[in-house]
């Protein structure tokens, strides 16, 4: 329960943003980390583009690799416990 006008604000913003709050975090932490889950979600969505695409294999084989290396990082923005 809110005392004052910042905590209901904040408290709105919690219930309002799709990750789940870590233990201890800020809301501008826990802001910054759905920017950072965003921003790799379109990464991944373009290397899978771009590897759905590509014909030569040695590329596919690097598109591949910097996919794997986003979607280690999205998981890890993901998780609940800090990385």
């Known amino acids: 329960m809110a005392l004052d006008v910042a905590?209901?604000?904040r408290e709105l913003l919690h219930a309002l943003i799709p990750l789940p709050?870590?233990?201890g975090e800020s809301l501008r932490d826990q802001l910054d980390r759905?920017?950072?889950v965003r921003t790799?979600?379109?990464e991944c969505a373009r290397l899978e583009a771009t590897l759905a695409r590509e014909?030569?294999?040695n590329r596919k084989?690097?598109?591949n690799r910097a996919l794997r290396e986003v979607t280690l990082a999205l998981h890890a923005a993901?998780?609940?416990k800090p990385a």
């Open 7 to 9: 905590g209901l604000y």
């Open 21 to 23: 709050a870590r233990a």
């Open 34 to 36: 759905l920017a950072r």
């Open 40 to 42: 790799a979600e379109r």
């Open 55 to 57: 014909k030569q294999f």
């Open 61 to 63: 084989v690097e598109v």
């Open 78 to 80: 993901r998780d609940t």
